[in-house]
């Protein structure tokens, strides 16, 4: 499968400060909504649904900066190539009739008119193992591609009818270089990651 690398503080898996993950089994539809209704607008525990089970998780510090770095990183580029893009964090997506909910961990739409669609692209980072198979779950609720993180390898996958497919390089974005993007994720905060990108991508 196509992947990304980039040698970066956020590599290990499962460490002690590793996220919080609960799986709720034989859960219905119903039990869900009235999960998503309890947590109100708290942003913890992000949750998602798969044909019964309930996966509740609260994401470690580590897994959150990872997220959001990336997503800032993204976000200098589609600025930089004066790409029209919106984000919209955690948006809970959801379809009853497939029996699938997931809230990203970053997720955007490209384009002049973002609202009354589906996102072009979820960021999943999966810094503990035990969650539910995401692209399981986003394969119904036509996310067009998917970027996945995992123990410093970043693998992108498209949409291809009802299934996902590894892909060398996002269609999404085309032109991207996440192994350069990859690269800048080893910087000590973010604004020294994005000073670094932006520097990079500078002609």
């Known amino acids: 499968m196509p992947a990304h690398h980039g040698a970066t503080h956020f590599d290990h898996d499962e460490s002690p400060s590793g996220d919080r993950i609960v799986l709720l089994r034989g859960a219905s539809w119903g039990d869900f909504q009235r999960l998503l209704e309890i947590r109100g607008d708290r942003p913890v525990p992000r949750m998602a649904f798969l044909e019964g089970v309930v996966e509740l998780?609260?994401?470690?510090q580590a897994h959150e900066a990872l997220k959001s770095w990336i997503?800032?990183?993204?976000e200098a580029?589609?600025?930089e190539k004066e790409i029209e893009f919106s984000p919209f964090g955690s948006w809970t997506l959801e379809s009853k009739e497939a029996k699938r909910a997931?809230?990203?961990d970053e997720c955007y739409v490209f384009g002049d008119d973002p609202l009354g669609r589906p996102p072009d692209l979820a960021i999943e980072v999966i810094?503990?193992?035990g969650g539910l198979d995401k692209l399981e779950i986003y394969r119904m609720l036509s996310v067009r591609e998917?970027?996945?993180w995992r123990r410093g390898r970043l693998t992108v996958h498209a949409l291809c009818g009802e299934t996902y497919e590894g892909i060398a390089a996002s269609e999404v974005l085309p032109g991207i270089d996440l192994d350069q993007l990859a690269s800048c994720l080893d910087r000590p905060t973010a604004s020294q990651a994005i000073r670094a990108y932006r520097a990079l991508l500078a002609p």
């Open 57 to 60: 998780t609260v994401p470690s």
């Open 71 to 74: 997503g800032c990183l993204v």
């Open 77 to 79: 580029w589609c600025l």
């Open 146 to 148: 998917v970027w996945i």
């Open 127 to 129: 810094w503990t193992s």
């Open 102 to 104: 997931v809230e990203p």
